[in-house]
């Protein structure tokens, strides 16, 4: 009675190994997923994605005083135009590039970037359109809006 029970098992379970076998030495799913996962698949990496980072996360103490509104802000607006992928600056972490002088004692400066005298007015322009300014310059002109720049001219001349 339970000995077709067991080979049907077995039979079963072998099947499911060569299968993924197959599946792995064949490279026949696209685990890069340079095109997207196929739904179901994505579905189940996104739920445990999500609850693996949630496990994770309980641990981690939230630092205080980062939950001003202009902390958030100028945080966001300076990550978002990618400003310190070039720049060295002040309470902004992460890598320490030099492509663009460090931004540490600008606001010390007498002029920016060798160019422009250095007020809040030219801060901003040079901000928003370096590129206009000298063609020639390295720093790329990066669409940063007006509100944006002012941000983060203000914050740049805190930094002494
Ligand atoms: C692709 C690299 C790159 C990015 C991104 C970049 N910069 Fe620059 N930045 C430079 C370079 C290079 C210079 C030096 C320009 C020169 O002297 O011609 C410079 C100069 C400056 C200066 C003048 C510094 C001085 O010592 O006089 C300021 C201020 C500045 N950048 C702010 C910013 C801000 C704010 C952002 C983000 C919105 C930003 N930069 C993004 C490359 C970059």
């Given at each position: ?6 080979w ?5 379970a072998t099947?499911?190994?060569l299968d ?7 490279g026949?799913?696209?685990v ?7 739904q179901?698949?994505y ?9 693996s ?12 005083g980062?939950?001003?509104?202009s902390t ?6 300076l ?7 070039c ?7 992460g ?9 540490g ?9 060798g ?26 002109d990066?669409?940063?809006n ?9 914050y740049?001349?805190t930094?002494?």
């Open positions: 009675m339970w000995k077709p029970v067991a049907t098992l077995g039979f079963l099947v499911g190994v993924a076998t197959a599946v792995i030495y064949g026949l799913y696209n890069a997923a340079t095109k997207q996962h196929l179901p698949v579905t189940v990496l996104e739920k445990a994605m999500h609850y980072v949630q496990r994770r996360a309980r641990k981690i103490e939230v630092p205080t980062l939950d001003t509104a958030q802000r100028l945080g966001a607006t990550y978002q135009y990618a400003c310190n992928t720049h060295t600056i002040p309470g902004i972490t890598s320490q590039p030099l492509v663009g002088p460090p931004l004692g600008i606001a010390s400066r007498q002029v920016i970037a160019r422009l005298a250095n007020t809040p007015a030219n801060m901003v322009a040079w901000i928003t359109h370096p590129q206009q300014i000298d063609p020639a310059t390295a720093m790329p990066l669409g940063v007006g509100r944006d720049a002012v941000d983060m001219a203000a740049l001349a930094l002494r």
